[in-house]
């Protein structure tokens, strides 16, 4: 197929916001994609003082952790056209998509036919992310919107939720950067001929914040700040608020019941998360991130599962990196093991030499990227890898679900889903454990991470569909941390036939 047609409008070209920067390096480096010229549209209205103020007192903590290369962008500024409002409309008649970060209806008028429309992110409207900070909402609700007129109502073709942060304007930076990720993926269904949905809108605009709203939004930040000290000093006494702790019941996916579960004894000076149960010659063994306060670091620890207690028997593999979530599993004879290996910069997999403490480095792939919580599934006769990536400049790991069809656990081949990431959404996205079957359903363990909280809740998702043009899943049960009190998450879980392994997080150690 030729490249889709694409422009871009912003209020500034030599100003851009890390989305925009974000996209059009994406699009620019696709040959999907072509951007046939830029509209500027000029500066935006000047906010209100109250709403100057905020912005200036948070910028150091608004800001991204870093930023990223753009060398396509460098590139490409200065060859591509920039038209701007008032001028002479060019001939924009293959335009296929424009995309307005600005909400000017002057865009409406310099390409009034775009065969797909003009979109919109929601996130970019003025004031956008506030009212979230200041009510405390679990989620920022984001949604992509497609119209061809001024007078035509604009519908939804996408829509996600992110986790909100406390403070307003980083709120409002994170999800203006990490919303664009509807727009490619949007665009990638138009490119290889999938079928869009389109909705009616049913949210509104963020309305202009009254003073009262600008106090309200400073107690709360104040309330917050206090707590956040006070878990700071608890920490320094070794009371580590927020702690991880492993529990083990019996239960199935849709029926367990995690307040029956039974916890699992560490020492005093770690904790543990991530467990995954795996059955070797007829006996049943936890494998779960231990995390050692003194290195610092966590390591792979194994025990042995007796009824709902568990039997520790130690260290099962140790690096000079953080390991975690060990998923592991058996293929042609070889008990294999791919960690969470975050800090080594690669996806790694490791072979059993003598099970279950002795281990040894089988294959690596996808070097140089950020990725977590990574898992491998064969389904009629396909090996599937999935995993978390993160491509923004915060870090993020907890919002993308990105998708590769593999040869198998030797990961020589590995072929990204043109959709990536299939699932963008903080409260289904990141997982939670394994991919499983289960009564002839193919269920995926996910986490929340909504409420201002790493490892608020957990999913179990059915996947409905899986092939290399589409994927779709639903949420056919929450597990959300009230099931006891003093609990502030509940992040992964795991199963093999009637007993489950599941962690929890706890307000106070």
Known sequence: MSPLQIVIAVTNVEVLSNGELRLLEGLLSDPRYQITSLIECGPRPNLPFPMRLIALLEAPLAS??????????????????????????PDTRKTDVVIDFTGSDAV??????AAHGIWRLSSYQPFAGFHEARKGTHTTQVDLTRQK?????????????????????????FVREKSVQLIERELA????????TAAPLTTQAPIVPRMADILRYWQRVGRELLKRGRNAIRERRGQRPGMFEIRVGYGSPLDFDPATATPVNLPDKSFGADPFLFRYTDELYLFFEEFDYVRGLGHLSVGRVIGTEVEVIGPALKTE?????????????????????????????????????????????????????????QHAAQWWLFTNISNDSFGDMC???HLFQVDGPELNQLTPHPLNPVVI?????????RVFQHDGKLLRASQNNSAGTYGYGLNIMEITTLNMTEYRERIVRRITPDFESGL??????????????????????
Not at 70 to 83: F, G, I, M, R
Not at 149 to 171: C, D, H, W
Request: glycine share 8%; hydrophobic share 40%; charged share 20%.
């Open 64 to 89: 991204p952790e870093f930023g990223f290369p753009t060398p396509e962008w460098l590139s490409a500024k200065n060859k591509l056209p920039v038209l701007r409002p008032g001028a002479a409309k």
């Open 108 to 113: 409406i008028d310099l390409v009034p036919d």
């Open 149 to 173: 007129t001024a007078v035509q109502a604009p519908k939804v073709i996408a829509s996600t939720e992110y986790g909100t942060k406390f403070l307003a304007m980083r709120n409002t930076a």
């Open 189 to 196: 269904r138009i490119s290889i001929g999938g079928t869009q």
């Open 321 to 377: 990196y953080h390991l975690s979530y060990p998923f592991i599993f058996c293929h042609e004879g070889e008990v294999l093991m791919m960690p969470e290996t975050h800090q080594s910069g690669q996806l790694e997999i490791w072979r059993a030499t003598e099970f279950p403490m002795n281990w040894e480095l089988k294959t690596t792939a996808l070097e140089g990227v950020a990725l977590a919580d990574s898992v491998l599934l």
């Open 399 to 401: 919002s993308e679900l």
């Open 425 to 433: 959404n903080s409260t289904t996205a990141r997982g939670g454990g």
């Open 488 to 509: 502030i998450g509940c992040h992964h879980i795991d199963f093999d036939k009637e007993v489950f392994a599941i962690d929890v997080r706890k307000e106070k150690a």
